[in-house]
């Protein structure tokens, strides 16, 4: 059985920002659920002697140049603001403090 | 708010002992940001001339669809940063997401790294006021990105608390870092306020003689998180750590240390705990004020980076850049004390304020380096102190270098250069500019001295038998007279002159 | 080829030709599209925004052509684009309410080249939500419908630009896979779809779901078109770090080598036992797509194909490693979507913080399967649970990375059958994910080890009389293996059925 609660789909909620109500953190849990119970079986396959591959074709030290490229007007950056001021972007009073 | 209680200095550190860690940020000055072919604000000499939103492209945007490339160069510092702090480069490293929400930050996660930084397991040497070397351990060094700028409006203060919204200016988002990370520093007792600002002095002297980033605190392109936590003297476990955020001077470093070891000594030895939190440095009060606790929400789900690749820097690319790394700022003192001629206590004068830089730099200009060090470590470093912040960075060596031939070549006196240093520490431009503008060349003009001299005369008729009788330091009434009519802008030893040879036709 | 019907219903390589030798013009042929998106989308809800611009394009298009210059092999032709790929002058959704209205910028990389290319871009093709699904239902802006059926799926993500073929909206179209969003929507609308190598197109501009699986591709009705168009959109792009810097050889030669030869003696063809109804999922598999997949095996076979089983243990737990590797990725793609730099922004009835502003409108900008997603790849990267979920996928990734190398010892190309059913009714899956994943089994493997894969339709099942798609599977790199075995077999195919399979489609309208 899955460790999935309704508790611990609001604290994922809140680590994803998204506001869900409480029917769909009930229906969510229960659906979450049944999807971890079925993904869970990779576990049984992965073994300490395997390497993780993270991506698909193995590439490295794929670089670019240090010369600077065109940039973004703030009239562009900006357009498609939901709220801009004085040439930047407008948010509402933030409450918790720097990472 | 109510003040910390505080517990006296000596006394703390008889029942406590200190642990420090550090983590510093430092700019990178690449022509580009970290990820995106945005020209790089840390890298110019005023980040915010060309306004907010100037400096970004799509991927500093975090907008849909931008994929990130990394700048070649900023690899190449990175490494050579990590060698000069006496790290092992890794064979493979790599990019890392570090995800959370935050309205700086473009794409809500910042690319970092993790499990495997590019630099680790370093040493550097730091020397203390009066000469004592500490060995401070080096965790790691890694490459990461910053984060954009944010302006809080409206509420009282501009800070974050009571502000009815924020802006954001994303021009700083993206320009590569690299955090530098200390081991616990174990075993300063009561050294650790002077050890941790040595600590961050000796950084900033690493980057600069590297030449990889404007290293300027008062700027950002250097910022010092500073970690401190007490255990009871002959206790094996550590004690709880604060971490106090962006100290922006190397005297801050000393004062927010040597404030939080007060601060927790009070807590402890009241019978209470020191909550895990970070805390911010207030510069005008001198203390810290609670921060963000650290809590389970600090989960950052860090994952490797799928849009970058693995950096596996060559074994020849290694030893290319450690070939071509400048000495080391031990042996760089050492050569530096006997090519200035310095006396000890002269050198340490240098090097305790953090001024070694700029002293080279300057000599490196054309200055001799008795000037150099007269003019940092006097004048200027008065100007810094009255206004509370580090002499380094306050003026351009090139510019201290002009002002000291200005001085030689008899077109300032004394007294006026100190007037132009201290109108270029104020932005009114270039020595030369400042001259002009203000009319504070020296008047050598011989006609428009005698006229001063003759009025002078005019006035204290006596002055010149007295003179001629042998009380030559009559004429110092003179000098007086004509100086003040000069407005100081004469060359005081040029108007003896005229008097005596007047005395004598 | 002169009437609306001819020229929605001509290959792309034909048009090209035709445009270029000025036998008609690029203008009349945007114009037939854009007539017959007028005519049926109303039923098939293909398109999520029609370009306004399309035949001003066409017309620049002919100019140049008259003018003696010389374009690509495709220029003239008009194009269908997912809308998960910006797009300068037309918004850029990803099929969700989040960028409903939202005007990238900047092209994405595929989309500049086609521009460079003279082909005429028509609009952005319907998709679900962030290309999270397999029938396009989870679409903000409303379900696409199967044009063999408007009762049933048109696959997905894909599913609007597989369904403009289909309907003859759209003589090409750009897709991007994650999972099989270009070749599953291939298989059950009988359309052409590829999944490139992974770095064979980039990926700049295509808004991310899962950055280390996603790949821009080609969907048509003709194998050598999608090589047509692949050949536009590939190589490398300094902007995308993984994309590759190989040197591809041309993929159209590749098809039209396949369909001259006439045979494939010395190929050998290696059936992935996992992957068809033989395996341990294999009740999974409708009977008429197992029997449509067992005559294409036969006709390979009669044309010299050496027909070999291969096993693959791995792949039966790709569906698992997928749907934690997925949503973890998309969990951190789908962060920047807080509503300050661009998107909607809900604010909850009486203000809040930012914090609060960008929970609402994430809840509010969101469908259901994003969500569940975001929420289980939340859950896949946290602390304490990243070793057996995440790290634990991408383990297995390994093993499925090692199954394609022990497999590719002894076939040159792999197969199976490109989605274990034809399209099922609307509605019949959507509030079942379990079941709706199922839909990629065939599919996923290519995505998490990064090779190319092909969909093209082998014929319609006897029960349903709706298409059925066979997949074919190559080393990484070998793309052009894909477009030659495919236009070989569907030559083949269409010498029996005495023409495409798409002149078997019910009529629209
Ligand atoms: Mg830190
Ligand atoms: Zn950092």
């Known amino acids: 059985m899955s460790e999935i609660t309704p508790d611990l789909v609001r604290h994922l909620a809140g680590l994803a920002r998204i506001a869900l109500s409480d029917a769909e953190i009930q229906r969510l849990t229960g659906e979450l659920g049944q999807i971890v119970d079925s993904v869970a079986k990779v576990s049984e396959v992965a073994t ?51 990472q | 708010m109510p003040r910390d209680a505080l517990m006296d200095f000596d006394a703390a550190l008889e029942k406590y002992e200190p642990v420090l860690g550090f983590e510093v940020h430092v700019e990178l000055s690449t022509a580009t940001k970290m990820f995106s072919d945005a020209p790089n604000p840390a890298t110019g000499d005023d980040a915010e001339a060309a306004g907010p939103n100037t400096a970004i492209t799509p991927v500093d945007l975090g907008l849909p669809g931008s994929l990130p490339v990394v700048n070649e160069t900023a690899v190449r510092y ?87 919204y924020s802006l954001v200016d994303y021009n700083r988002a993206g320009v590569p870092l690299v955090e530098i990370v200390t081991k616990p520093i174990y075993g300063t007792a009561e050294r650790a306020p002077e050890v941790g600002r040595a600590y961050v002095g000796a950084i900033r002297e690493i980057v600069r003689g590297l030449g990889i980033s404007q ?264 000098i007086g007279a004509v100086m003040k009519q000069m407005r100081g802008q004469a060359d005081a030893a040029r108007v003896r002159e005229l008097i005596l040879e007047r005395a004598q036709s | 080829m002169s009437t609306a019907s001819e020229l929605t219903r001509a290959s792309a390589a034909d048009l090209a030709a035709a445009i270029a030798a000025r036998e008609v013009s690029s203008a009349e042929v945007t114009r037939a599209h854009l007539e017959r998106i007028g005519a049926v989308d109303g039923d098939v809800h293909a398109f999520l925004h029609v370009s306004e611009a399309a035949i001003a394009t066409a017309e620049e298009v002919d100019r140049r052509l008259a003018a003696g210059e010389r374009l690509g092999p495709l220029a003239g032709v008009p194009v269908a684009i997912k809308d998960v790929l910006c797009t300068i002058y037309m918004p850029s959704t990803a099929g969700s ?78 897709g991007s896979d994650t999972g099989g969003s270009i070749r599953q929507p291939a298989a059950v609308t009988g359309t052409v779809g590829v999944k490139p190598t992974y770095g064979g197109v980039s990926r700049y501009g295509a808004i991310a779901l899962a950055s280390s699986l996603d790949q821009v591709g080609p969907v048509s009705r003709s194998v050598l078109d999608a090589a047509l168009l692949h050949d536009v959109i590939g190589g490398h792009d300094p902007r995308d770090s993984t994309s590759l810097r190989d040197a591809w050889p041309s993929f159209a030669d590749a098809a039209r080598r396949g369909a001259e030869e006439g045979t494939l003696r010395g190929l050998r063809v290696g059936v992935v036992r996992e992957l068809t109804a033989d395996g341990p999922t294999g009740d999974g598999f409708q009977a008429g797509v197992t029997q449509r997949f067992r005559e294409a095996l036969g006709i ?41 730099r661009f998107g909607l922004r809900v604010t909850p009835p009486g203000g809040g913080t930012v914090e609060q502003v960008m929970a609402a409108t994430r809840e509010a900008g969101f469908g259901p399967e994003v969500k569940r997603r975001v929420i289980l790849g939340t859950y896949a990267l946290s602390a304490g649970y990243y070793d057996a979920y995440y790290g634990s996928a991408q383990k297995v990734r390994t093993l499925i990375q090692r199954d394609f190398a022990a497999a590719f010892e002894t076939a040159d190309v792999l197969v199976s059958p490109a989605a274990p059913t034809t399209a099922f ?30 969909a093209l339709p082998v014929g319609l099942a006897p029960e349903d009389g709706l298409p059925v798609g066979i997949q074919f599977m190559a080393p990484a790199r070998a793309d052009d293996r894909l477009y030659h075995v495919g236009a070989a077999l569907e030559r083949l195919l269409q010498e029996r059925w005495g023409g495409p399979l798409h002149a078997q489609a019910p009529a629209l309208g």
Not at chain 2, 90 to 116: G, H, M, T, V, W
Not at chain 3, 431 to 453: H, Q
Request: glycine share 8%; proline share 7%; hydrophobic share 40%.
């Open chain 1, 48 to 98: 300490a002697d395997v390497p993780a591959t993270s991506h698909p074709i193995p590439l490295t030290n794929v670089f670019r140049d240090d010369v600077p490229g065109p940039t973004l007007s703030p009239a562009a950056a900006l357009a498609g603001a939901p709220e801009a001021e004085s040439d930047r972007f407008k948010v509402s009073a933030i409450l918790g403090e720097e």
């Open chain 2, 78 to 164: 990175s490494i050579s940063l990590g060698l000069a702090l006496g790290c092992r480069i890794a064979e493979s490293s790599r990019f890392a997401r570090k995800n959370y929400f935050y309205p700086d930050l473009a794409k809500n996660y910042q690319i970092s790294q993790y499990d495997e930084p590019i630099a680790f397991e370093g040493e550097v040497e730091v020397e203390l006021e009066d000469g004592t070397v500490v060995r401070v351990p080096i965790e790691r060094a890694h490459m990461e990105e910053d984060a954009g700028k944010l302006t809080h409006v409206g509420g009282a203060t501009g800070r974050i608390h009571g502000a009815e």
């Open chain 2, 215 to 478: 290293a300027r605190m008062e700027r950002g392109n250097l910022r010092c998180d500073a970690n401190v936590s007490l255990r009871p003297r002959g206790a094996e476990k550590l004690g709880t750590r604060t971490e106090t955020k962006n100290v922006n001077s190397l005297r801050s470093v000393e004062r927010a240390v040597r404030y939080e070891i007060r601060r927790q000594a009070a807590i402890l030895d009241g019978g209470g705990t020191i909550t895990q939190e970070t805390r911010h440095w207030h510069e005008d009060r001198g203390e810290t004020s609670a921060g963000r606790p650290k809590s389970d929400a600090d989960d950052y789900r860090y994952f490797p980076e799928p849009d970058l690749l693995p950096v596996e820097p060559s074994a020849e690319l290694i030893e290319e850049l450690r070939a071509a790394l400048p000495e080391a700022p031990a042996v760089r003192r050492r050569r530096l004390k006997a090519d200035w001629g310095f006396t000890d206590e002269e050198f340490r004068d240098v090097a305790n304020s953090g001024l070694l830089v700029e002293v080279a730099e300057t000599v490196a200009a054309g200055a001799a380096p008795a000037q150099a060090r007269k003019w940092w470590t006097g004048e200027i470093a008065r100007i810094a102190n009255a206004r509370t912040t580090d002499p380094a960075g306050l003026i351009s060596p090139v510019h201290v270098s002009e002002i000291v031939a200005m001085v030689e070549n008899g077109e300032l006196t004394d007294r006026l250069a100190r007037q132009v240093v201290e109108a270029v520490i104020d932005g009114e431009g270039s020595p030369a500019e400042v001259v002009t503008t203000r009319g504070l060349q020296v008047v050598s003009d011989d006609s428009a001295l005698t006229a001063a001299i003759d009025a002078a005369l005019a006035e204290q008729p006596d002055v010149l038998a007295k003179i001629r009788d042998g009380k030559v330091q009559a004429a110092g009434a003179i």
């Open chain 3, 97 to 174: 309410r989040i960028l409903e209205g939202w005007v990238p910028p900047y092209d994405a990389t595929p989309v500049a080249r086609l521009r460079a290319a003279g082909l005429v871009p028509l609009g952005k093709t319907n998709m679900d939500e962030f290309a999270m699904g397999s029938s396009t239902e989870y679409s903000a802006y409303g379900a696409t419908r199967n044009p063999w059926d408007l009762t049933r799926i048109p696959g997905g993500s894909g599913g609007g630009s597989a369904a403009a073929l289909a309907a003859f909206e759209a003589p090409l179209a750009l």
């Open chain 3, 300 to 340: 390979l076979a009669d044309a010299g194909a050496e027909i070999v089983e291969v096993d693959a243990p791995s792949f039966d737990y790709g569906i698992a490693a997928y749907y934690l590797i997925l949503p973890a990725e998309a969990s951190s793609n789908l962060a920047k979507f807080d509503s300050v």
């Open chain 3, 425 to 454: 009714p609307l509605g019949a899956k959507v509030d079942d994910p379990l079941a709706m994943y199922l839909n990629d089994l065939t599919t996923i493997p290519a995505n998490l080890a990064g090779v190319p894969g092909i």
